[in-house]
């Protein structure tokens, strides 16, 4: 997996492109890149406004995020509608030079995989169990938004197959960690107090085998759309 710093990158404010490209990947315990000023100021805003609700809120789900899959919030036709902000964070992420970006550098394949943007809003007694984000989905994207006390400690903990942490990435607000879902992109949260909510987005790019088209930003891609 390598950089190619040559890749047509303009894209406005919006500078995760470039910023990948000059992001060398770590190895350890996977193949992963640790980003810092993921997204534009305005999207950042909007996600920091955005309040879905008490029932978004997730506290100790069990180890697994679809144990509350009837609450979970997503950046989808309707969210899109109700801010400009978000639904220009949602196209440049689907635009064509992101899109070329995740694929030159990270070696993957997004022809007809679909994006896919969730907000998570957690609180003291979450966790989550080791998982691979293996099948449908093609690249995870897990941004930090939190604010407030201890919160550079919320990232996701990057695990090795027995699911012990190896390497932690920042939570720092607007960092984030991303990776291409294989059987060895063990991930998770231990368990840890957090003070207030910790905010994260993930970012999803699936398959056409994904069902749940509701989630999806701007529902199926077929390998022909533009």
Not at 54 to 68: H, L, N, P
Not at 159 to 167: F, T
Not at 202 to 221: C, K, M, Q, T, Y
Request: aromatic fraction near 8%; charged fraction near 25%.
């Amino acid at each position: 997996m390598g950089s190619d710093t040559t890749l047509p990158l303009h894209t406005g404010d919006f500078s995760l492109p470039e910023t990948l490209a000059r992001t060398p990947a770590a190895s350890y315990p996977f193949a992963h890149w640790q980003l810092q000023d993921v997204l534009p100021a305005p999207a950042c805003d909007a996600l920091l406004a955005w309040n879905p609700g008490e029932d978004a809120v997730a506290g100790d789900v069990g180890g697994r995020r679809e144990t509350r899959n009837a609450h979970r919030v997503f950046v989808d036709a309707a969210t899109r509608a109700q801010d400009p902000r978000l639904d220009t964070m949602a196209r440049q992420f689907d635009a064509e030079p992101m899109r070329r970006a995740f694929e030159t550098i990270c070696d993957t394949s997004l022809d007809t995989a679909a994006l896919r943007l969730e907000l998570c809003l957690d609180t003291d007694g979450f966790w989550l169990a080791p998982h691979t984000d293996i099948g449908a989905k093609k690249l995870t994207l897990l941004v930090s938004l939190s604010e407030g006390e201890g919160a550079q400690d919320w990232g996701t903990d990057l695990m090795l197959p027995d699911g012990a942490s190896a390497v932690r990435a920042s939570g720092a607000f607007n960092s984030g960690v991303l990776f291409i879902p294989s059987d060895r992109t063990w991930h998770g949260f231990v368990p840890r107090a957090i003070h207030g909510t910790r905010r994260t987005l993930i970012v999803n790019f699936v398959d056409e085998s994904w069902r749940a088209v509701h989630e999806l930003a701007f529902g199926p891609r077929s390998a022909t759309r533009h």
